[in-house]
T-cell receptor, first 109, second 118 residues
Framework: GQNIDQPTEMTATEGAIVQINCTYQTSGFNGLFWYQQHAGEAPTFLSYNVLDGLEEKGRFSSFLSRSKGYSYLLLKELQMKDSASYLCAVLDSNYQLIWGAGTKLIIKP | GAVVSQHPSRVICKSGTSVKIECRSLDFQATTMFWYRQFPKQSLMLMATSNEGSKATYEQGVEKDKFLINHASLTLSTLTVTSAHPEDSSFYIC??????????????FGNGTRLTVT
């Protein structure tokens, strides 16, 4: 079966750095997405990785290792507004999105 | 950027009534739109894939007669929850990809509809 694992919840301090991991086992791979979702709102796109390596976009970076079936989202200089759920999703061989359960990130002052 | 508009954002209805949710792509065309449901503290669950001009493809366990999907144009898909019951109370979200971009383009989500059935 297809499976995406990410931690259920993480806590970090304002101004610090946090890394959210995602491991996957899917039928084929056509890229991995990270989305941010605030409570009661729809997800918003953060990043897309299809090749190995690190993609940096401001305070957020995303890393992919296809051989290991592994990705992480790195958030720097954390702000209170970064408190949200972060969803990892993989595009499989049929171009269907397989979603992880999401990681709830709690930022403390 | 691509915008998906979803209405209504909140709806409260009585048990047994039907509710229609609209999903529009405002500045791009989408032959395919996706309907998700999300229960509290859970991830997105794909309900169905809406295809313009043809029947929707429903995921296993989703009742097609209860969740009616119509995709009449390249910019509009509707989800109708028929004979709603309290257990249908959930957060419904639609999404679409920009036709002008390839399969790797991200999904653009509507703002979701919070349905409460009393």
């Amino acid at each position: 079966g297809q499976n995406i694992d990410q931690p259920t919840e993480m806590t970090a301090t304002e101004g610090a750095i946090v890394q959210i991991n995602c491991t996957y086992q899917t039928s084929g791979f056509n890229g991995l997405f990270w989305y941010q979702q605030h409570a009661g709102e729809a997800p918003t796109f953060l990043s897309y990785n299809v090749l190995d390596g690190l993609e940096e976009k401001g305070r957020f970076s995303s890393f992919l290792s296809r051989s290991k079936g592994y990705s992480y989202l790195l958030l720097k200089e954390l702000q209170m507004k970064d408190s949200a759920s972060y969803l990892c999703a993989v595009l499989d061989s049929n171009y269907q999105l397989i979603w992880g359960a999401g990681t709830k990130l709690i930022i403390k002052p | 950027g691509a915008v998906v508009s979803q209405h209504p954002s909140r709806v409260i209805c009585k048990s047994g009534t039907s509710v229609k949710i609209e999903c529009r792509s405002l500045d791009f065309q989408a032959t395919t739109m996706f309907w998700y449901r999300q229960f509290p503290k859970q991830s997105l669950m794909l309900m169905a894939t809406s295809n313009e001009g043809s029947k929707a493809t429903y995921e296993q366990g989703v009742e097609k007669d209860k969740f009616l999907i119509n995709h009449a144009s390249l910019t509009l898909s509707t989800l109708t929850v028929t004979s709603a019951h309290p257990e249908d109370s959930s957060f419904y979200i639609c999404s679409a990809r920009d036709l002008g971009v390839d399969s790797y383009s991200p999904l653009h989500f509507g703002n979701g509809t919070r349905l409460t059935v009393t």
